[in-house]
T-cell receptor
């Protein structure tokens, strides 16, 4: 089983609240990713990182921000949650080099904004 | 037009059946083709990976890539109830690329 963890697993929160979704991996992977997954839809890349102090926005327009201060930790923050942020958020990591096609996913955080 | 098209199903088959899951894509630059399996309330996990065209077999699973038709398939032989999951195809143009394009996933139910 992949050593990548996400907390919380489920979160119900009111509109306007600030939230941080945690993601940690113990594999020493340099690349990390945040995806949004809605039922019947493709995974959409919202943020990624190549390593410490590297963060980039993905394809999906997002009001969230990320940070990468430590290799193992890649938290995602929503400054002001809205009902449109309701979704499943998946964190993933991968190596650089010849095995970088394989991404290891966490179990996800199911976020509901009321 | 989506870069990757995948029938969402659901696909329901009896135990022991041969299952065929498919994706089509539009970007001829894709070189690496993956199949991920996602159980309910879990993250996806890599099932198989294929480079360029051809077949790859791993136990009951066979992955096929036809780059001329821009079509990839995953076959599951002797399907089991434990194979019930969502199967996502995924592809990238090269190993150094960061952006993996995922299909929407096909939900598979294998009935005992």
């Amino acid at each position: 089983e992949a050593d990548i963890y996400q907390t919380p697993r489920y979160l119900v929160i009111g509109t306007g609240k600030k939230i941080t979704l945690e993601c940690s991996q113990t594999m020493g992977h340099d690349k990390m990713y945040w995806y949004q997954q809605d039922p019947g839809m493709e995974l959409h890349l919202i943020h990624y990182s190549y390593g410490v102090n590297s963060t980039e926005k993905g394809d999906l327009s997002s009001e969230s921000t990320v940070s990468r201060i430590r290799t193992e930790h890649f938290p995602l923050t929503l400054e002001s949650a809205r009902p449109s942020h309701t979704s499943q958020y998946l964190c993933a990591s991968s190596e650089f080099g010849t095995s970088s096609y394989e991404q290891y996913f966490g179990p996800g955080t199911r976020l509901t904004v009321t | 037009q989506k870069e990757v098209e995948q029938d969402p199903g659901p696909l329901s088959v009896p135990e022991g059946a041969i299952v065929s899951l498919n994706c089509t894509y539009s970007n001829s630059a894709f070189q690496y083709f993956m199949w991920y399996r996602q159980y309910s309330r879990k993250g996806p996990e890599l099932l198989m990976y294929t480079y360029s065209s051809g077949n790859k077999e791993d136990g009951r699973f066979t992955a096929q890539v036809d780059k001329s038709s821009k079509y990839i398939s995953l076959f599951i032989r002797d399907s089991q109830p434990s194979d019930s999951a969502t199967y996502l195809c995924a592809m990238i143009p090269n190993m150094g690329g960061f952006k993996t394009i995922f299909g929407a996933g096909t939900r598979l139910f294998v009935k005992a």
